[in-house]
Each structure stands twice: as structure tokens, then as C-alpha cells.
């Protein structure tokens, strides 16, 4: 119990710390007035309820280039009066940011854009040429604005290159088939659910579903369930929209989700749903 008391204290400290640089950051910008950010960043990190893991995919400086854009696009809401409305869109050659208010089952307009957006982008990128892409989406669990119905969904993208330049058709190790990103990035109980979808989709040559229990994979929350979904060969599709519509259809909301591309053809989706039951998932 002291170990576990002794970690939620560092962690705790280690959140504080990350909030504390994240507002020195935005203010150093000096486009929003030091009352705004103060607000927006304690709304973010203390009001919205996102997952603990989007605070350890980025880095205080991307937290707050987010946080900046989320100001910007609340302002533009605000003054047409029209929440629904809120996206924001920021793309370079190898990253992309897509903000967006959402809800489940039926969407915001901007969420309909904003998928859309996102959807053209990885299909781009991933019909290319022997370029990787990975996709990250991240839900509030609250509204963007205190009392508000919407919620905030970020999706991030990075687009990177496969060091196997040619890989066998039986071929099934994810040291071979994953970007060096996958490798440096996944916890190793992530790297296992990931080999066992590939060597199914490999062996029996079609699309593959696998749910497991929340508690497989370490971090704060230990219910719900995630789904994981692996397909072969795609010709570029990566089936964005068609996963999206299928989670509204069964008006489950996930809280967050990975898509994964690999060297072989292979495209896998981690869905994470928080408060599911196995039956709903399946």
C-alpha cells in the first residue's frame, strides 16, 4: 500500500509539474490574456476528465500548442454562437492535429468535418508510398465548456517510414513489420495483444477481432474493454470511417483509440472503451 500511496503522490506531483510548465508556455506566447490561460489550463487538465495517457503521449509543449488551438476555436465558437461548430486543423509533411467538439451517437457538424478531414488525411499518407501512419484519438470524459453537453476529441497523427523495405508474406514479428516509433513507444503488454491480432490476420489471411479486458493493460482505469480489429492488405483504405460509424451505430463512445499500420499491409485499430460489457464490444 505504501509503494502505491508513494507512486499516486509522484504522479500527482509530476501532473501538477506538467500544468505548471504547459501555462508558462501558453503565456510565454503571449496572444491570450494570463486570466484566459490560467482558466483554460485548469479547465484542461483538472475539468475535462481526459484520459491519464494523453498526458504521457505529449510532451508539455504539444499539451500546450493543444491548448492554444482550443482557446482559439472556443473564441470563434463563442462568437457565432455555435458550440456545435468548434474544429481546428493543423497539419504539416509528417504530423497532423484535428480538434473537434463530439458526441455520441449523433455527431457535432464539426465532428462530421473533422472525421472527414482526418479520414482523406491517413488514406493519403497510407496509399503513398511505404510510409507508416499512426493515429491517436483522445476523448473528455466532460464538456469543452463547464455545464455543456459536447465533449473535446482530439485526434493526432504522425507519418514516419518502414525500415524493412521488403518482408515476407508468412512474415509475423513486429521487430520486422513495426516503425521504430511502435517499437520505442508501446508498453510490452501492448506489443503482445499486437502480435497475437498480427499473427492471426497473417495466418488466416482476413480481418480479425480480438476483445480483451480492460485490466490487461496497465494505467489508471481497469474496467471496460478493448477491442482490437486487424485487417490484411487494404489498398491504402485504412477504414477510418466505416470504425467511426460502426462505434456510433452501437452508440458506444470510446475514450480513446490507436490505429497502427505495418510493413506487411496490415492496418490494426486498439479501441479502448471505458465502462463497456464484453457483449457490447463484441
Known amino acids: 500500500e505504501s509503494t502505491t500511496l508513494t507512486e499516486m503522490m509522484f504522479k500527482h506531483e509530476s501532473h501538477e509539474e506538467i500544468m505548471s510548465t504547459v501555462f508558462e508556455l501558453v503565456v510565454k506566447e503571449g496572444i491570450f490574456s494570463y486570466t484566459t490561460v490560467f482558466a ?14 494523453y498526458f504521457e503521449h505529449f510532451t508539455p509543449l504539444q499539451i500546450a500548442k493543444h491548448i ?17 461548430r468548434m474544429d481546428f486543423v493543423l497539419t504539416t509533411e509528417q504530423h497532423g492535429f484535428f480538434l473537434t467538439t463530439f458526441d455520441c451517437p449523433t455527431p457535432t457538424e464539426a465532428q462530421k468535418r473533422t472525421e472527414a478531414k482526418v479520414a482523406k488525411h491517413v488514406d493519403d499518407i497510407w496509399s503513398s508510398g511505404n510510409h507508416n501512419v499512426s493515429l491517436t484519438f483522445m ?3 466532460n464538456g469543452i465548456f463547464k455545464g455543456g453537453r459536447e465533449r473535446l476529441g482530439i485526434f493526432t497523427t504522425e507519418k514516419g517510414n518502414f525500415d524493412a523495405a521488403r518482408v515476407s508474406e508468412d512474415e ?13 513507444e508501446k508498453t510490452r503488454i501492448a506489443k503482445e495483444q499486437y502480435q497475437i491480432v498480427m499473427e492471426d490476420v497473417v495466418a488466416s489471411r482476413r480481418a480479425v477481432v480480438r476483445v480483451v479486458a480492460g485490466s490487461v493493460y496497465p494505467g489508471p482505469h481497469l ?8 485487417t490484411p492488405e487494404t489498398s491504402g483504405r485504412t477504414y477510418f470511417v466505416e470504425v467511426c460509424q460502426a462505434m456510433r451505430f ?20 486498439s479501441i479502448f472503451f471505458l465502462y463497456s460489457k464484453e457483449d457490447e464490444v463484441h
Open 68 to 84: 492554444h488551438c482550443l482557446i482559439a476555436a472556443k473564441r470563434v465558437a463563442q462568437a457565432t454562437d455555435d458550440c456545435g
Open 223 to 230: 474496467g471496460g474493454h478493448v477491442l482490437l480489429f486487424g
Open 139 to 141: 476523448a473528455s470524459e
Open 172 to 184: 509475423t514479428s513486429l521487430e520486422v513489420l513495426a516503425s521504430a516509433r511502435f517499437l520505442k
Open 40 to 53: 483554460e489550463v485548469q479547465h484542461f487538465f483538472k475539468g475535462l476528465g481526459l484520459h491519464a495517457m
Open 250 to 269: 452501437l452508440s458506444l463512445s470510446p475514450r480513446r483509440f490507436y490505429l497502427e499500420t505495418f510493413a506487411n499491409g496490415v492496418i490494426t485499430y
